[in-house]
């Protein structure tokens, strides 16, 4: 008898046709998981870059042919041309010549500049576009368009970040071609980024720097993906207003932000930020595997993500140029791509009442499901624990999973070839555990009290994200709030409401969904799942109204699962397009010098015996730990040498003077400190370091200067008058030595090098007792 009535009554709570309530909840939920996936797709678009133009663009316009054509001429032969390098001097003035084909009068400034922990010196290449009244700006006015021209030692640089200096060149054509700007626009490719910031750091103290008020740059993770908006500065909702005025196709959020301030990573952008100017910071992200490597080139290069930089570096120097200055506001903006096409974005100061909003229209929602007797506080709260725990679950699972195609080989490096099979097995994973679930805790808790439920991780995040990281915000109260708002709106229909919260969540959720793994690699693998979940969970009610049809979702999803987490082990890791990254390095002192297999990851057996590698790893530094793979012996090193040319005791601190230089003409230096050391006190040729945002862990401080003079360098430091200090000094060199070739040969039909490239180094070691 219970269950006919419940059968006639319909899902709003009023008495109906039962048999045609029951045939429209799988219409509801079809519909509703058709809208979720629709979302999920349309928010992918934010990071689809757009069609690349031709050259027969008009001239005002950016075109993505015409930069590729300056890149070309700018890479030349196609050599990894780091700071201090002959490849890098040439690249440099064909950078110089490229200006010159503007008509744009280039400044070399020639600087010794010091980072955090290198020095370098750099040439800066600095030209400027005059403003509408043809006299140079002062007072914060000008517009700097910045990207750099140095690459890593073992890539060519194409995307990091020829691509931005091309784009750079690429828009001052275009700047030339249509009416002047009101206010001077500077040109800066600059020298040393991958060093540590050095162009910039060099800029930042040149009188041209004064009269830049706003800043464009431009950098690159990868080679391909949208130009994103990955950092802007604090105050920045004047900024955020802008991008929203000049761009067409804004990608990017203020969760990417809030990320990225949280990462070991530097741009130029966070030395103009440190300097107190606004602005804008865009990359791609997407080919990781590939960056700072030999595929780096033009060959790989996306020419949509090309057009994609150069259509933001257009529009917003025209929109910056124009805009009152400065751009800079005592608030921040929560800010989100919609689609790829609107930015979304309110005043931060608005979280606090948009939380509340949240809140409040939960927990009236929840009040009226009790007092409807649609549900009871007991269904909920377990319904709730229930909620949390599905996603603990999931974490767990992931967790397992991760852990056991690392067990298989399918992981063995940060990114793989493999990596469409890796991110189906973790969505899929989360598919079908929730897919799993939906029936059984429909059954368990009741519709209504699931579907509150499933608000509340979203509004847990929402608090945390107000309080501790408000750039995050949107990613709780958006679906928190739509899901309560609809809850009211139609109490008695707990799929729908929960459904759209759903979609929203999906709408926010998804592209982080699809991109942790190329964000960090197979460590986001874990938080794919979770990220998944996250999105499906206001969605179990639609599935649970599939009936059997959301048990074979759960079947299929698992198969799934199974099946690319096979290929995943099945296929191979690296192929010509994901390559295995190994540096070799050969290091040593005197005749104990060896080469040795330099990588994070496992190498294949046969290589190992075929290059002479031994199977087991030992360390290969005395201040380091970590432990690599030692190959055979080779000619012998010569130990770089430390001369005392100072030490002195003043106000209770000891100050040494001390001259590192090489005696087998290496090109870099290394002083390898003890933590004791006060960094504030060091002085590499009368030049202190910079400042970074970065807490350095560890018993050692690295100082390290590239370009080397034969004469060797000066680097002063205080210390502690009663400790006694152990110090190293290092000398470097690129490559390793000729007598090793076949170990090269070997490397390159399985691997390439990676960022630095191989390396010969040698060291020596300093004992200096108590001052007396």
């Known amino acids: ?54 050259h027969d663009a008009p001239t005002a316009v950016f075109s993505a042919a015409r930069a590729r054509d300056v890149l070309a001429r700018i890479l030349g032969d196609g050599r990894p041309h780091p700071t201090g390098s002959a490849a890098n001097a040439a690249v440099r003035d064909r950078v110089v010549a490229e200006f010159d084909r503007l008509g744009l009068d280039a400044e070399v400034q020639r600087r010794f500049v010091c980072g955090a922990s290198v020095c370098a010196t750099i040439d800066n290449i600095v030209a400027r576009l005059p403003g509408a009244d043809g006299t140079q700006a002062t007072g914060r006015n000008a517009v700097l368009l910045s990207a750099h021209y140095d690459s ?5 640089g194409a995307s990091d970040d020829g691509a931005g200096v091309a784009t750079l060149i690429e828009v001052a054509r275009a700047l030339q071609a249509g009416p002047a700007l009101p206010r001077d626009v500077w040109l800066l490719a600059n020298d040393g980024e991958e060093l540590g910031l050095l162009g910039a750091e060099a800029f930042v103290r040149e009188p041209e720097f004064a009269n830049v008020g706003s800043v464009v740059n431009l950098e690159a993770r990868g080679t391909t993906g949208a130009s994103l908006l990955i950092e802007t500065q604090p105050g920045n909702a004047a900024v955020v207003d802008a991008v929203d005025r000049a761009l067409d196709r804004p990608g990017g959020t203020s969760l990417d932000y809030e990320i990225y301030k949280t990462l070991p990573n530097d741009t130029d952008f966070t030395v103009y930020r440190r300097e107190g100017r606004s602005g804008v910071n865009f990359a791609w992200a997407q080919g ?30 025209r929109e910056l140029a124009t805009a009152p200055a400065p751009l800079q506001r005592p608030h921040d903006a929560i800010f989100f791509s919609l689609f790829g096409r609107e930015l979304v974005s309110w005043p931060a100061p608005w979280n606090p009442a948009l939380l509340l909003l949240g809140l409040a229209a939960w927990t009236l929602l929840v009040v009226r499901l009790v007092r409807s007797g649609q549900t ?48 189906a097995t973790f969505v899929l994973l989360a598919v079908a555990v929730f897919a799993g ?91 794919t799942s979770v990220l998944m979940g996250l999105v499906l969970l206001p969605l179990l009610l639609a599935l649970s109204d599939l009936g059997r049809g959301a048990t074979a979702v759960a079947v299929a999803a698992l198969v799934g699962t199974v099946l690319f987490a096979a290929l995943a082990v099945m296929r191979p890791a690296f192929d010509a397009d994901v390559p295995r990254p190994l540096n070799l390095v050969y290091a040593g002192v005197g005749d104990d010098a060896r080469v040795f297999a330099n990588t994070s990851g496992p190498l294949p057996e046969e290589f190992l015996l075929d290059a002479g590698f031994a199977a087991t790893t030992e360390s290969m530094l005395p201040w380091s730990p970590r432990t690599r793979h030692p190959g055979r012996s080779g000619p012998p090193l010569a130990p770089p040498v430390i001369e005392v040319l100072g030490d002195t005791v003043r106000d209770g601190r000891r100050r040494l003077q001390l001259r590192l230089r090489s005696s087998r003409g290496a090109t870099e230096g290394e002083l390898i400190l003890p933590e004791s050391v006060d960094l504030a006190s060091v002085r590499v040729q009368g030049e202190a370091l910079a400042t970074s945002r970065h807490s350095r862990s560890g018993p050692w401080r690295s100082i390290t200067v590239v370009g080397l003079p034969t004469e060797g360098v000066l680097v002063e430091f205080e210390v502690d008058p009663a400790e ?25 039909a399985i691997a390439v090098p990676i960022h630095g490239g191989d390396i010969t180094m040698s060291w020596t070691r300093l004992e200096i007792a108590p001052a007396e």
């Open 376 to 423: 009871r506080l007991l269904s909920l709260l377990g319904a709730s624990v229930a909620a949390v725990a599905a996603l603990v679950l999931l974490a767990l699972l992931g967790w397992a999973m991760h852990a056991l195609l690392g067990a298989l080989g399918a992981t063995p490096a940060a990114w793989t070839a493999q990596a469409s099979s890796l991110v």
């Open 152 to 156: 890593v030692a073992a890539g060519a």
């Open 437 to 527: 679930l939906a029936r059984p805790m429909s059954r368990w808790f009741g519709a209504p009290a699931l579907a509150a439920a499933a608000l509340v991780p979203f509004a847990l995040i929402a608090i945390a994200a107000v309080l501790a990281m408000p750039g995050a915000s949107h990613s709780g109260l958006l679906p928190l709030i739509a899901g309560g708002l609809a809850g009211h709106l139609w109490p008695r229909r707990p799929a729908l409401w929960a459904g759209i919260a759903a979609i929203v969540a999906a709408m926010l959720w998804f592209p982080y969904v699809m991109d942790s793994y190329s964000a960090i690699g197979h460590p986001g693998l874990s938080a």
């Open 288 to 317: 990781a595997a590939r960056y700072h490597t030999p595929l780096d080139d033009l060959a790989h290069l996306d020419p949509g993500s090309l057009q994609h930089h150069g259509d933001n570096m257009l529009a917003m120097v």
């Open 1 to 54: 008898m219970q269950q006919t009535l419940r059968s006639d009554i319909g899902n709003d709570g009023r008495p109906g046709d039962g048999e045609s309530q029951l045939r429209s909840k799988p219409v509801q939920s079809v519909i509703l998981i058709a809208l979720l996936a629709l979302a999920a797709v349309l928010s992918l678009r934010g990071n689809r870059p757009p069609d690349p133009l031709g």
């Open 724 to 748: 006694a200090i152990t110090l190293y000094g290092v000398d470097a060199s690129p490559g390793i030595p000729e007598s090793l070739v076949d170990v090269v040969q070997a490397r390159d």
